[in-house]
């Protein structure tokens, strides 16, 4: 099983717009993002947010492309400060694909606790609209299949 952890893109800052809804680059870069999991087939039967407008809209593109059926989740517990022990028990209990678009600090915690099973643990350095895959090899081991990040996209595609 593949699990997708995903910080929200980009967003405007807060006194700009207290909502923080994507920016410009952060759209682009999701798009971005979006367009390259399109193109290397991949599918997820879930789409989770905390429902923080940036993490919403960053859900609904790559829903675009990536999610099977349905719409993305409004989720409780993947707040950019809370507890990432609660999620991670839920994560051992599920067998199909799922995306989760969140928020830092909570996103690398998490990332750092299914990997070495410390939240505190720097395991990965993420950026806005930066993707992990994690993949667990059986009932309790992940490790990381690959990430990427938007600037790398961005190069690729000659802007």
Known sequence: MKLYLVQHGDAVAKDVDPERP?????RRDVRALAGFL???????QRILHSGKRRAEQTAAILAETVLMT??????????????????ADSIAGWTQEVLVVGHLPFMARLVSLLLT????????CYQPGTVVCLERSDASDWCINWMLRPQLLVASAGE
């Open 38 to 44: 399109e193109q290397a087939g991949i599918r997820v």
């Open 22 to 26: 994507l920016s410009e680059t952060g």
């Open 117 to 124: 099973g410390e939240p505190e643990r720097a395991a990965v």
């Open 70 to 87: 349905g719409a993305p989740q409004t989720v409780s517990g993947i707040a950019p400060n809370d507890d990432v022990g609660a999620v």
